[in-house]
Structure formats: structure tokens, C-alpha cells
């Protein structure tokens, strides 16, 4: 039998007001991952916002970049992780740069990914101190700002927590029909870099030593590994390279990722990436690889269908309708499985259009997450919300 909380949402309403002042002083706020200033201000809103309770950390990268780390070690049980991060990649915009209220919709850089789902995170943290209930309760709460491009310096901060948490909770958007996450794919983005010979191609003397002839094998090489059955593909994003027509090229960039729902698969993956690099077509060429960033799939077990099931259950109870969602985008949800926490994602408001002017949420659904969120970590105190295998999940998972 679900637990029925009204006083939740009684709260929650109460503190409507602040939850939304505290979202639009968070998108008003320009965190692009390569604004140091800006990300480490949405990070002073967080540290700020957050219960007392808590005991608060920091670290700081090379590019002056805080992640946060707030810990209540409540009951001594292994600790729940909620995750968000701060980081957007909404660079500044004269136009749509303020949070915006349509009604229905709050429109804004970043308010679906993922300051929505920070909000949700805080908040529901907030309703249960109000409440009385926050205190006995282990969590660690983590707010990185470098999401968005990798997180290639708070990473470890997740998986150095494989073995000491209980579970994890992510606070990424929710997709606009009614998810939450539960599998995502791997990713390894990686750039190459070609060197070949400048010469004025008017007047070549000699062999043509192309770095941009050479990128054009790669590019074919790179796309050519997409499988028909999507279980990998691959995507040249970004090239440069060049200074003129009449010059021959002295040097080339391509910028690729790769994405597999599979880890089976990855040692594959990457020893393909690396003898595509080595491979050089054009004679007197020369290439080398270099690794941007990397995530792991999140794939679920047991544990994390358990806390699924459970999940929609609890939504049942609330009126609210909860579907799994396999993404083919990546979060630190991936760290935290690669840790072998169990974990579920998309718990965030739902919304849609990121990184566009478009980017909304849907308002009421700031709310309702806030009061499923808080429900669940009442539910994992009261013994409800538990992480061993159930039939359900195991007739899932094949077993």
C-alpha cells in the first residue's frame, strides 16, 4: 500500500512562490560550461538555497569551476546520492536570456536543462525540512559544473562513491511525455588531429601532402562505422582546417563522437576509433587522437527496475502517469551506474527544446516533481522504497 502524504503537497504549494523565484534567479544567470563566472554564481544561488542541515564542499578545476558537495550523514545508513548540475550550454543571447512565464510553460536558456531539475531537487529538500523529516535522512548531494561538456573533472566525484551509497536519484529533465529515465547510452567524443604540408598548390613542387584530403578519408571512415541496427552509430560534428583554396592544406580538425547502448560492445567501439586514427591514407600525413570526454552506459539492474517500479507505483498513487524512458543522450547517471549504484534519471520537470529559444517546462510538473521526490525519499526512510530484485524486474532483465 503506497503512503498517502497531503501535507507534501499542502507545503509545496506554500513555497510556490520561492521555487519559482529561486528558477528565475537561477536562468537569469548565464552558467554556458565555459563561463567560469557564471556557472560559479548559479553555484552561490545552490550553496545558499540548500538546508542547513547539510555539511557543505567544494572542489575547483583548472578553469576556476566549483562543483559542490553537500552531505547530511542523517541515520548512518549508506547514503542516497540527487544530483544536478549547474552548467548549461546556452551561451549568451541578447534576446532569450531571462525565464519566462507562458502560463503553462516557463520558458528560458537552461530551464529544462537542467535548472528545472535543480529546483526540483532543492526544493523537495527544502518541503522536507519544513516538514520536520530531513534531518535523520543520509544523503549526499552533488551539483557539478562541467555536465554539459563532459564532466572531465567532477566524473570522479561519482564514481569514487561506488561501494558507499545506497542508490542515486539524477534530477535531469523529464521528457515532455511523462518519463524518467532508466537507460542511456555510452559515449566517446574524440577530436583528430591531421597534419599534413602548407605549399602554394599554383606552384606545388612534388607530392600533394593534404591534411584536408586526409580528413576527408576520415570522415568517411568515421561515419561508415553507424551499424543498421543503431546499436552503435557515430557523428562527425565539427571540422576546420585550411587556409585557402590555392593552399594546400598544412592541418585539419575533426571533432567525432561515438554512442552504444551496449558496454559489450565498447572494447570494439574504441579499437575501431583508434585504428581509424592510425590508418592514414594520404602518404606524408601524420594524425593523432585525442580522447575529449567519455561516459559509460547506464544500463539497469534489478536494483534500478526495483526503484523504477516502485517509482511509477508511487506516481500512480499521486495521480501522475510515469513511463521508462531509454535516452540516447548521456548524464552523470551514466558515472553512477558505471559505479554500480542503482539509479534512476529524468526526474526533473518536463519540458523540451534544449539548447534552443524554444527551452520550457512544464510548470505544473515543477511541482508535482518536487512532491514525488520528496515522497520517494520518505518512502526509502519508511522501508517502502527498497533496492532488491522483484520479479518484475527480473523477468526484465531475462532472468
Known amino acids: 500500500m503506497i503512503k498517502q502524504r497531503p501535507y507534501l503537497q499542502d507545503r509545496i504549494q506554500r513555497n510556490r512562490d520561492a521555487a519559482l523565484n529561486l528558477l528565475a534567479d537561477m536562468v537569469n544567470i548565464n552558467s554556458f560550461s565555459h563561463n567560469p563566472d557564471g556557472v560559479n554564481q548559479v553555484g552561490e544561488l545552490v550553496k545558499q538555497a540548500m538546508p542547513a542541515v547539510f555539511q557543505y564542499s567544494f572542489e575547483t578545476n583548472a578553469a576556476g569551476v566549483k562543483h559542490h558537495c553537500f552531505i547530511n550523514k542523517g541515520d548512518g545508513r549508506p547514503p542516497m546520492v540527487l544530483a544536478g548540475h549547474i552548467d548549461t550550454l546556452c551561451p549568451e543571447n541578447a534576446s532569450f536570456n531571462r525565464l519566462v512565464d507562458e502560463g503553462e510553460v516557463l520558458r528560458g536558456p537552461g530551464v529544462n536543462d537542467m535548472k528545472g531539475g535543480d529546483v526540483v531537487l532543492i526544493q523537495a529538500l527544502k518541503t522536507l525540512e519544513q516538514t520536520g523529516e530531513l534531518d535523520p535522512l543520509p544523503l549526499i548531494c552533488i551539483f557539478n559544473g562541467d555536465e554539459e561538456i563532459g564532466s572531465p573533472t567532477s566524473g570522479p566525484m561519482f564514481t569514487a562513491l561506488r561501494g558507499r551509497a545506497a542508490a542515486a536519484l539524477v534530477f535531469e529533465c523529464g521528457g515532455p511525455a511523462d518519463t524518467v529515465v532508466t537507460t542511456r547510452k555510452g559515449v566517446a567524443r574524440y577530436r583528430i588531429h591531421i597534419r599534413g604540408q ?99 552506459p547506464m544500463r539497469p539492474g534489478a536494483a ?25 543522450g548521456v548524464s552523470d547517471a551514466c558515472w553512477l551506474a558505471h559505479a554500480g549504484i542503482p539509479v534512476i534519471d529524468g526526474l526533473g520537470p518536463l519540458g523540451d527544446d534544449d539548447f534552443t529559444p524554444q527551452e520550457y517546462i512544464r510548470k505544473d510538473t515543477l511541482f508535482s516533481r518536487i512532491e514525488l521526490t520528496a515522497n520517494l525519499l520518505l518512502d526509502w526512510r519508511d522501508g517502502e522504497l527498497t533496492f532488491s530484485s522483484s520479479g518484475t524486474a527480473t523477468e526484465r532483465l531475462g532472468g
Open 198 to 296: 602548407s605549399s602554394h598548390f599554383g606552384n606545388l613542387k612534388g607530392a600533394k601532402i593534404s591534411a584536408i584530403e586526409e580528413l576527408a578519408h576520415k570522415i568517411i571512415a568515421a561515419e561508415a562505422m553507424n551499424r543498421p541496427d543503431a546499436s552503435v552509430v557515430t557523428n562527425v560534428g565539427r571540422v576546420t582546417g585550411g587556409l585557402a583554396a590555392n593552399a594546400v592544406a598544412a592541418e585539419a580538425v575533426m571533432d567525432f563522437e561515438a554512442r552504444y547502448w551496449n558496454p559489450g560492445l565498447e572494447p570494439e567501439v574504441l579499437r575501431q576509433i583508434d585504428e581509424l586514427a592510425a590508418c592514414v591514407r594520404v602518404p606524408g600525413c601524420q594524425a593523432s587522437l585525442e580522447r575529449l570526454s567519455y561516459r559509460p
Open 304 to 328: 534500478t527496475l526495483r526503484m523504477f517500479d516502485h517509482i511509477v507505483a508511487r506516481g500512480r498513487a499521486m495521480g501522475m502517469r510515469i513511463i521508462e524512458e531509454k535516452r540516447g
